[in-house]
């Protein structure tokens, strides 16, 4: 090899040793700090699917790029533009999953799930990949949660996946969320409904976008989804889907809006609702958040796909479903000032002093977790003082204090914190102790908390009744005001 390329190689070398790494462009840690929200998020839907009774299922990051392809559709941005496409090394073309419908649709149809009683009703939550243009808070890599429901097409269900995307922004205290709402018909009425909006768009075409001419062909519905302004011009007068309804799919619309007036679920209608999405049939539904400055972002969808199991190879089977984004949920909750989930703390501090008293204490500290008793330590610090402040600064009830002497003489130190009081007991028995004492400070906290809620209803009835002498004061006021007035007119 000769000299300079050797060289080159050294230095490149090198450069890679000092190479420091960071995210690939469009990804993200979801660090520590956020992570109470997520939790948060994710119990809540967790709680969601179990009062509805919907089945966890997971399914793999990585799929046939066809299930795409086909179920999403071609022509769809997700697919046409913004899919993580790739050739294994075995030449199997795949793709990162850019939604979840058809993967669940997949998986329904190779489990056989079909001859399960109907509906049959599945959630999932994972990472979604779409190759787009990375912005602020938007990633390729983002996560979503979703609700489908296979086997059913009475509207109750497109109702009650609604109540339950609403149940969810309200525990996630998410206001100011508006429902958006359509219906796209079906195979029996779109196609007329088609004809009418091509010929409408037809004469219009010169003021169309690039995308929307080509639309024009491939899928005309979309042009009625487009967000350049020129084209949302020309959608504002063009025929409307739910005036081209056939009766079926009228009926199916009128009992959505019954259910959701009876659930008391206000919606706005909006003609020009499409979803993007290839595999949609009659109800289609969208959430929409409002911010104090009036801008709109939407936090998810979904609707009806009665087709799209037999368009995967299946029977006919009508569905529904939606999903939403959880960056999104998550952003929101930050804006709204929601509260997060706290994790439970512990509320025994475990402290040692030297090493036949540390190996002492890690034995106890397994012993008490074991039992349920949540335990803290820094078996790290030597110091005593230290491993004090930091039990203070966690709040611990009790700190159990294992010396040199105390792991000869097999005792421990209990200190209760709250009375300031200690004494030395006998390992064995430190277990049983520890739980009668949390046990007696959970009664009296139990105690104050009622004492403190009593007071305060008597300070509110105390101030009610303030309240409505006042207001009777008042009135008295206004009725002698009033007599008085009458008295002087009379006079006049
Ligand atoms: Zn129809
Ligand atoms: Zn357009």
Redesign the pocket.
């Known amino acids: 090899m000769p000299r300079k390329k050797q060289e080159n190689k050294k230095k490149n070398l090198k450069r890679q040793k000092k190479k420091r790494f960071q995210t690939v462009r469009g990804m993200r840690d979801i660090l520590p700090n956020e992570q109470p929200y997520w939790q948060k998020l994710r119990k809540v839907i967790e709680k969601i699917a179990v009062d509805y009774n919907y089945n966890r299922i997971d399914l793999p990051l990585i799929e046939d790029v066809d299930l795409f392809k086909r179920g999403t559709g071609e022509e769809t941005d997700i697919v046409s533009k913004e899919i993580y496409e790739f050739k294994t090394k075995g030449g199997e073309k795949v793709c990162l999953r850019p939604e979840g419908t058809p993967s669940v649709v997949r998986a329904y149809l190779q489990h056989g799930m079909r001859i399960a009683p109907k509906p049959v009703k599945l959630s999932y939550s994972g990472p979604m990949y779409r190759y787009d243009r990375p912005q602020e808070g938007r990633y390729r890599e983002f996560f979503q949660f979703g609700f489908e429901a296979l086997g059913e097409q009475d509207a109750v269900l497109d109702a009650q996946m609604i109540q339950m995307a609403m149940r969810i922004f309200k525990a996630l205290k998410i206001h100011n969320v508006t429902l958006h709402l359509n219906s796209i018909g079906c195979d029996e009425c779109r196609p007329s409904y088609n004809k009418l909006l091509i010929s409408y768009l037809n004469n219009r075409k010169s003021s169309?976008?690039m995308?929307?001419k080509r639309r024009l062909k491939t899928n005309p519905l979309r042009?009625l989804d487009?967000k350049?302004e020129?084209?949302t011009q020309v959608v504002s007068q063009a025929p409307q889907t739910v005036d081209h309804l056939c009766s079926d799919c009228k009926t199916h619309f009128t009992s959505l809006l019954e259910y959701l007036d009876e659930i008391q679920i206000p919606y706005l209608l909006r003609p020009q609702l499409v979803r993007g999405l290839d595999y949609y049939t009659k109800t289609v539904f969208e959430f929409f958040m409002e911010d104090d400055l009036g801008n709109q972002s939407a936090l998810g969808g979904g609707g009806r796909y009665d087709y799209l199991v037999r368009k995967l190879g299946g029977p006919d089977t009508p569905a529904v479903g939606f999903a939403c984004g959880m960056d999104r949920l998550v952003n929101a909750m930050k804006s709204q000032k929601t509260d997060t989930y706290q994790p439970p703390t512990p509320k025994v501090y475990l402290a040692q002093l030297g090493d036949v008293a540390k190996k002492k204490s890690l034995r106890i500290f397994e012993e008490l977790e074991r039992t349920g008793i949540m335990v803290a330590e820094s078996f790290g610090r030597g110091n005593l003082r230290s491993q004090l402040s930091q039990a203070n600064k966690i709040k611990a009830e009790i700190v159990l204090i294992i010396g040199q002497r105390e792991a000869l003489d097999g005792t421990a130190i209990l200190k209760d914190m709250n009375s300031g009081g200690q004494e030395t007991i006998p390992l064995d028995k430190i277990i049983k102790e520890v739980k009668k004492r949390l046990h007696k400070n959970a009664e009296m906290i139990k105690k104050i908390i009622k004492q403190k809620a009593a007071q305060k209803k008597k300070r509110k009835t105390k101030n009610t009744r303030k309240k409505i002498q006042l207001k009777a004061k008042k009135n008295i006021h206004k009725k002698t005001k009033k007599s008085i007035k009458k008295k002087v007119s009379r006079k006049k």
């Open positions: 169309l976008c995308d929307c042009v487009c350049e020129k084209c």
